[in-house]
């Protein structure tokens, strides 16, 4: 991935989360993408889409900041934190109208310009603290 392909996939992936625009995925995601996060199997895309949706359902306001990024021959690794107002339900928890923080790391594998598998790991614990 050159220089280039790297900022405009890191701007589109930005735009997915903060715009919010889940169809993103499609242009920035192969079509056999995987997703790997916790608790979870391995999501197709179109399982991935619905995931990132259902933590739009419980923090409608639910945004991305990248804090790092660092690229390898075919991964690109980012460092982030979403952050969000709990107004729906989460992991069977209803809405609390709390702040929550969650820290993560992605990475991403990257074929031909486009991602063909991520793994996520994030503090899905430590947003449960946060809500009680």
Excluded at 67 to 90: P, Q, W
Aim: with cysteine.
């Amino acid at each position: 991935m050159s220089t280039n392909q790297m900022s405009l996939f890191i701007r589109r992936f930005d735009d997915m989360f903060n715009k919010p625009d889940i169809s993103i995925a499609d242009e920035i995601f192969a079509p056999h993408f995987q997703a790997h996060y916790p608790l979870t199997p391995t999501l197709n895309l179109v399982n991935f889409k619905n995931f990132i949706n259902g933590f739009y359902d419980a923090f409608p306001d639910f945004m991305m900041q990248i804090c790092d990024t660092v690229m390898t021959n075919e991964r690109l690794i980012f460092r982030v934190a979403y952050f969000g107002s709990h107004k729906g339900n989460f992991m069977g928890i209803p809405a609390t109208g709390c702040d929550v923080m969650m820290p993560g790391i992605i990475i991403f594998r990257i074929e031909d310009g486009r991602v063909v598998e991520n793994w996520t790991e994030i503090d899905i614990l430590g947003v449960i603290q946060q809500l009680s």
